[in-house]
């Protein structure tokens, strides 16, 4: 079939024929064509309430004469005046964006606000992202996003695409990586025909709408690049293009970056995004347990998120080694006795060459005297509780192992009562000047 502007034209010009000229003037020409949908419903719409009620009165049947005659089938004609037509296309804009892009969303399937966990490390981040992904250009504009290794950039970042993907069809929207981007300029300007290619370049990344770029931290190795990113970025935000960074680090800490540019990332909004605490890595846990089918039992997921804690890319990533070896194990739900395996192996790999518990211990005995069997021991008076529990926060902090495997080295403590004395000390370390000294003086003989 015909576009809809195009049929109604056709059908104007045969109804012209057909009815008087002032009738035609007064509620014909002034329809406006809404929606030709799948069930063969032509919604029209008419000026006001007063055309509507004309047109149902003296020209339907003339309409749907001259439709038929035009599309070759008959069409229901339904007829809405303008609150009608809001009603409409309301309830019709789901299903109307949807069928507008024609190609499959070129965002990670899995990356969506609805699979991102959020607590308090994570929720200001997350409100910015969704603030941005439902009025892109309109509030925080640049959003910056900073955040260590692993602790969901990019899937918020794939979030906000898939988002406006779905929902503001009409927009163009492109992701990608500083290198990227680094590559996508270099080769344009090593061209053959240089000119054209940087023309196409910047046709393409300052026509967009909506552009994200992905750890902007490595923008330091190219400074040609740099001079074109500016102004791309300038171009696009004075036109209220939307633009969102991602990076390790804020601006003032992105090595060799002019300071134009840094200036002009913090003109927005700069959020950070922090390690998830023990709630949410629960949380992230088990949605992925559901999202893939990695079947754990409660404890074995409550274990991997006592043990990992400051990437979540890892803590994925332990929940699938202990699932699968639960496979080859011939289970369909992972227990801890995979969960315990996977997690002494992982100690193995993780030992320091020259620094071990052993040695974190011996060196913490020295500096307080007292003696290895008494700190790994059972004794409870203050001489010895404090060095153990700087020795926990040392060998929990340098060698980053599994609570429950220093639990073992202290003498088979629980792994809660490890917890709770890393977090005194790591507490400690903030509020009381000589803790912080004396760790670090430990930290210096190490
Ligand atoms: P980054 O870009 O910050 O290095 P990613 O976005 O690649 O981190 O995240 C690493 C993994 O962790 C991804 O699989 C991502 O889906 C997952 N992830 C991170 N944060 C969350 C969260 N809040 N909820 C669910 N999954 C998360
Ligand atoms: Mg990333």
Known sequence: MQDIETIWKQILEKLELRISSVSFMLWIKTIKPLEIDEKDNFYIVAQSVTAK??????????????????VGKKLNITVLDQNEEIEYLKNNQTKETVSKREEKSPFMEKYTFDNFVVGKSNQFVYAA??????????????????????LGKTHLLHAIGNYIYEFSPQL??????????????????????????????????????????????????????????????????????????CSDRPPKEIENLEDRLKSRFSSGLIHDIQPPDIETRIAILHKKSQLEKYYAEDQVINYIAENVESNIRELEGKLSEVYFLATLNGKKVATMEEAKEIFSKTQKDEYKDDLSPEKIINVVCEYFKVDYKDIVGKKKNKEIVEPR??????????????????????????????????????????????????????????
């Open 53 to 70: 009620n004309q047109i149902l009165r003296n020209f339907l049947d003339k309409i749907s004469d001259c439709c038929d005659e035009i």
């Open 129 to 150: 992202a969704r603030t941005v992904a439902e009025h892109p250009g309109k509030r925080y504009n640049p959003l910056f996003i900073y955040g260590g290794v692993g």
């Open 172 to 245: 163009k929207i492109k992701y990608i990586t500083c290198e990227q981007f680094t590559n996508d300029y270099i080769s344009s300007l090593y061209s053959s025909s240089k000119n054209k290619s940087i023309m196409e370049f910047r046709g393409k990344y300052r026509n967009l709408d909506v552009l994200m770029v992905d750890d902007i931290q490595f923008i330091y190795r190219a400074k040609e690049t740099q001079e074109e990113f500016f102004h791309t970025f300038n171009e696009l935000i004075m036109n209220n293009k939307q633009i969102i960074i």
């Open 389 to 446: 529990m700087i020795a926990v926060y040392l060998i929990s902090e340098l060698l980053n192992l599994p609570l429950v495997n220093i639990g073992k080295i202290f003498g088979g403590r629980d792994h809660t009562t490890i917890m709770h004395s890393r977090d005194k000390i790591t507490d400690e370390i903030k509020n009381n000047k000589k803790t912080a000294n004396i760790v670090n003086e430990i930290k210096n003989l190490l």
